[in-house]
């Protein structure tokens, strides 16, 4: 949530490890409570990831677990009778995500007059349901209604004494209860708090069960008050109980999680604002066995933006994650962060947590479970829960608006942190030296000012809000979802080929006289079999180019593999596609007249030696390891990707690609981001049917099959990436994990 939090924040250096997974993003919330999530060390089986998608404070937060599905009674599981039985949509296909929500938890509002905490209300939940239901979203998920969480389940986090107050307030009058606030730090009580709070939790308790179950894929809690600041016997900034770091601890005692990663972005200034707390400056990692598992990231200025966001991603979070190998991801999914909020005062637009959210998608096989925290502007709140949903729904991103260059202080933020971890993470030292960890000054002296709503700055926010808001809404209207999310073009039946039912199978070829045409290029097209398959690929690239698909995958014959590339990046090229990033694997080499003149960006993996004849043509070895894989992805690939904003993505698996089916299906949907879904695979006819089905599985939006154990990039190929990023960054602002030096 915004600038509230607890006096007293959390400790992040209590954070045990855990595969289970935290994220915060924007504001990062737990409180006290935070050392209740677990307690075993790094040598322990991992369980989850917590990541904090909220970014208007400064303290660290926590992460959460969920117990398995039983009867809708208090305290007893979730509302789901039988996990086997999962919900249909009207497509006959089994729903994915779940949307937990009551509508009692709109009961609780402020009775008195305070200008701090009028921001937290009902509407935050209404407009938002609303929004998911003017966007047909609520529709296709599996809706359940949250349950109360029992006071035992209350216990894992908080003192009896404290779950004893909060029981009280039920029977007290608005003068006892303003009286009672007043003993905290920005939080109003009503007498239907703690029936509120509880569904609160209950409903994320409800998701972790229905997502560890497998009733569902992912889901998301629409839930308030929020949670990430309550301690252990206090609330703070609007936040009851800390609804993530019960379900963290839920999900390890009900089922077998064991060990927690805890990540929360944060806006901090230098620690001049809110809560104040040196813990939540980069350099506060943890202690003990639980040293490394606490990543910090403070925003020492505001105005950050989806750049921003991306690159802390992509150069901190991700390559963290992907060493943890976590079961379970948690999300305290805050829109504080979002641009508009008059506490976080960022400037990331809606379709940014779209893009987070995909990102998060490719750890834990999917199992994602995100719940809300903060959000104020209502209009920029409700937009950004819908990107969230449709992204848990497997739809397509929109492409990222702004330039994608970070700021230098996002860039300071991003070196800090990595120093910081880097002796704890092997992925940060295996992508270029450590750089010097510059913490942050903490100070009290001087606490930032918050924006007057009236004044000129609130009113060119304000103005700055609204605008991108417009823009995304007429986005939504020039790219609508589109009935068919992924086709498969095949020259022959292949009955092993298992497809998910929803994906295409093309039967249609294009014209016979433009097939013929374009194979005038090649002798090699001119084979009957090479002529059948180009036709079948620029039939499904039309497709793709005219908006009637949004991705595709198509099998060429190994001798015309390259000829076919050259073709369909020129046909690309000439009908519709301004920006066209072409990732070629294997031996597969760039057309030598293709006009090197900033429309397609060449991106070679497997190449002989790293190489960067221009910053369009970049040629890189395959690395030989999975941390050399995953590398090579978050540091080189997709940094190009989302610096280039393409609006159409060739994939191409030529000939001795090298790559496991796995490593295929990453690559493939990480790539689906920056083209906003807009992505072709070429692979060669004689690929095994299991890496076509996963294909064509991932580009329809389901999570890839994990890489298998980490194992440490080779010093070859880290120099490799050593040297392309000194080579390319001056241009390429997203591969930069460092501020540049001032001169």
């Known amino acids: 949530m915004g ?49 904090c998608l909220d970014s208007a404070c400064s303290c660290p937060g926590s992460l959460p677990v969920v117990p398995a599905p039983g009867s809708c009674k208090e305290g007893t599981g979730s509302a789901f009778t039988c996990p086997a039985r999962v919900a249909q949509s009207d497509h006959g296909c089994a729903m994915r995500t779940a949307l937990v929500y009551h509508e009692d ?40 209604a949250a349950r109360e969480a029992s006071e035992a389940e209350l216990g894992l986090v908080h003192s009896p004494e404290y779950v004893s107050l909060l029981r009280g307030t039920q029977t007290l009058s608005t003068r006892e209860l303003q009286a009672l606030c007043g003993q905290y730090d920005a939080v109003y009580f009503h007498p239907s708090t703690f029936h509120c709070a509880r569904l609160a939790v209950g409903a994320a308790l409800q998701l972790v069960d229905a997502v560890l ?38 999900a390890k005692r009900r089922h077998g999680l064991h060990s927690v990663l805890y990540f929360s972005w944060h806006r901090y200034e230098h620690g001049r604002f809110w809560p104040y707390l040196r813990e939540s400056d980069a350099d506060a990692v943890g202690q003990g066995q639980g040293r490394g598992f606490t990543v910090n990231l ?6 950050m933006g989806n750049a921003d966001y991306v690159a802390a991603f992509l150069h901190v979070l991700l390559p963290v994650a992907f060493e943890f190998d976590p079961e379970l991801v948690l999300i305290s999914a805050g829109f504080d962060s979002a641009i508009g909020d008059p506490e976080g005062q960022m400037r990331a637009t809606p379709e940014c947590f779209s893009h987070l959210t995909q ?45 994608m260059e970070p700021h230098r202080s996002a860039l300071e ?93 093309q039967e249609g070829s294009a014209p016979q006289e433009e097939t013929r045409a374009w194979a005038r290029l090649h002798e090699a097209l001119a084979q009957d079999k ?32 390259a000829p076919t590339l050259d073709v369909v990046i020129r046909r690309s090229l000439s009908h ?115 890496l076509a089905g996963i294909l064509a599985r991932v580009l329809q939006g389901q999570a890839p099959p994990g890489l298998g154990p980490f194992s440490m990039a080779s010093p070859e190929d880290t120099q490799a990436l050593i040297y392309l990023r000194g080579q390319l960054e001056a241009e390429w602002k997203m591969l930069q994990v460092a501020a540049p030096q001032v001169p």
């Open 298 to 303: 403070p925003w020492n200025q505001v105005g």
């Open 413 to 505: 933020s991003i070196q800090s942190v990595r120093a910081a971890q880097a002796p704890h993470w092997k992925s940060l030292r295996q992508q270029g030296s450590t750089p010097i960890l510059n913490p942050s000054t903490y100070s009290l002296e001087r606490r930032a000012s918050p924006v007057s709503p009236g004044g000129p700055k609130f009113k060119a926010a304000e103005a700055q809000a609204s605008a991108a808001l417009s823009s995304l809404l007429d986005q939504l209207h020039l790219n609508p979802t589109l009935p068919v999310r992924t086709a498969v073009a095949l020259t022959a039946p292949d009955a092993a080929l298992v497809l998910p039912a929803d994906v295409l199978r």
């Open 530 to 561: 090479a002529l059948t398959a180009l036709g079948k690929v620029l039939h499904l690239l039309n497709g793709i180019l005219d908006g009637q698909v949004s991705s595709g995958m198509a099998a060429t014959p190994e001798p015309a593999a």
């Open 576 to 690: 519709g596609a301004r920006r066209l990033l072409c990732v070629a694997v294997g031996q597969l080499d760039r057309p030598a007249d293709l006009a090197d003149d900033g429309r397609n960006l060449w991106l070679n993996i497997r190449g002989k030696e790293a190489a960067a004849p221009s910053m369009f043509q970049v040629s890189v070895p395959l690395p030989g390891t999975t941390g050399g894989f995953v590398s090579c992805v978050l540091a080189l690939v997709l940094p190009l990707a989302y610096g280039f904003q393409p609006d159409l993505v060739l994939v191409a698996l030529g000939p001795a690609h090298g790559l496991q089916a796995p490593q295929a299906a990453l690559l493939a949907s990480l790539l689906r981001g920056p083209a906003g879904g807009r992505v072709l695979v070429l692979l060669e006819q004689g690929s095994t049917s299991q």
């Open 3 to 51: 600038q509230h939090g607890p006096r007293a924040g959390p400790q992040a250096s209590r954070q045990p490890s855990s595969r289970q997974a935290a994220l915060r993003g924007g504001v990062l919330g737990a409180g006290s409570e935070s050392e209740e999530v677990g307690k075993s060390g790094p040598g322990s089986p991992p369980v989850g990831l917590l990541p």
């Open 105 to 144: 938890m709109t009961a609780a509002r402020l009775l008195w007059e305070d200008p701090e905490c009028e921001i937290e209300r009902p509407e935050r939940l209404t407009t938002a349901l609303e929004r998911l239901r003017q966007w047909g979203l609520e529709q296709r998920c599996l809706q359940v």
């Open 359 to 403: 990102l998060l998608q490719v750890l834990a096989g999917g199992r994602v479970c995100a719940v809300l925290e903060g959000g104020y502007h209502l209009e920029s709140l409700s937009q950004s829960v819908c990107m969230v949903v449709k992204a848990l729904l497997g739809d397509p991103a929109l492409p990222l608006s702004g330039p």
């Open 213 to 250: 179950t497998g009733a569902v894929h992912n889901g998301l809690a629409l839930v308030r008050p929020p949670g990430h600041h309550s301690q252990r016997a206090a609330a703070n900034g609007f936040c009851v109980f800390n609804n993530v770091a019960i379900a963290a601890k839920y």
